[in-house]
C-alpha cells in the first residue's frame, strides 16, 4: 500500500504520446482515489513557464548550448522547490511529463556536455530526487516526428535534424538499459493509444497499489 509520495516521469523522444498518456494515467489514479499532481518540464510554475518560453521558442535557434543547459536547470530547481517536493512530503503521486533525465539525454549526451556534469546539476536542482519510476515511450524517430509535426505545435529541439533525434532515441534506449535502479520500464509507443495506455497501466498498477 502506498504510504508517501510517488514519483513517475514519462521521457522519450518527440511524439511518443507523453502528453496523452500522462493525462491518461491521472484519470485512471484518480479514480482509485490518488491525490495526483500532473506537471511538465520545463514548466509548471510561473517563473518556470517563462523559461520555457525562451528556451524552446523557435525565435532563440540561436542560443548557445551552455544557456540550454542552465535555462533547464533553472526551470527544473523551481518546480521543485515549489510544487515536486512539498507534493511528495505531502504523499501525493506526481507525474511528470520529463524530467532530470531529459537533461541527462539532450544536453548531456547529445550536446556532449557528459553524463557526470548533468547529473551533478540535476541532483541540485532537484535535491538529489530520482523517480520511483520512469516510462520511456519509444517510438520510431520518423513516425514520432510526423506526429509532431501534425499536432502543429513543433519547439525549437523540434526543428533539430533526424540524426539529433536518432541519437536521442539511442540515448535513451541506453539509458533504460544501463539502469541499475530498477525505475526504467521501455513502452513500445509504435502501437496505438489504447495499447499504450494498457501497457502503462499495468505496470503502473503494481507499483501504486
Do not use: C
Request: aromatic letters at 6%.
Amino acid at each position: 500500500m502506498l504510504t508517501k509520495g510517488f514519483l513517475i516521469t514519462f521521457e522519450g523522444g518527440e511524439g511518443g504520446g507523453k502528453t496523452t498518456q500522462i493525462v491518461r494515467l491521472r484519470d485512471k489514479l484518480t479514480k482509485l482515489g490518488k491525490d495526483v499532481i500532473v506537471l511538465r518540464e520545463p514548466g509548471g510554475t510561473v517563473i518556470s513557464e517563462q523559461i520555457r518560453e525562451v528556451v524552446l521558442s523557435a525565435k532563440n535557434a540561436g542560443i548557445a548550448y551552455t544557456t540550454e543547459v542552465l535555462l533547464f536547470q533553472a526551470a527544473r530547481a523551481q518546480i521543485y522547490r515549489e510544487i515536486v517536493l512539498p507534493s511528495l512530503k505531502a504523499g501525493k503521486v506526481v507525474l511528470i511529463d520529463r524530467s532530470r533525465d531529459s537533461s541527462v539525454v539532450y544536453q548531456g549526451i547529445v550536446r556532449g556536455f557528459g553524463k557526470d556534469l548533468i547529473e551533478q546539476l540535476n541532483d541540485i536542482s532537484t535535491k538529489e530526487t530520482y523517480p520511483d519510476l520512469t516510462l520511456l515511450l519509444d517510438v520510431n524517430v520518423k513516425d514520432g516526428l510526423k506526429r509532431r509535426e501534425e499536432s502543429g505545435s513543433a519547439n525549437r529541439l523540434d526543428m533539430e535534424d533526424t540524426s539529433f533525434h536518432d541519437k536521442v532515441r539511442k540515448a535513451y534506449q541506453q539509458l533504460a538499459k544501463d539502469d541499475k535502479k530498477k525505475r526504467w520500464v521501455v513502452i513500445d509507443a509504435n502501437k496505438t493509444i489504447d495499447e499504450v495506455d494498457a501497457a502503462i497501466w499495468q505496470v503502473v498498477e503494481k507499483k501504486i497499489n
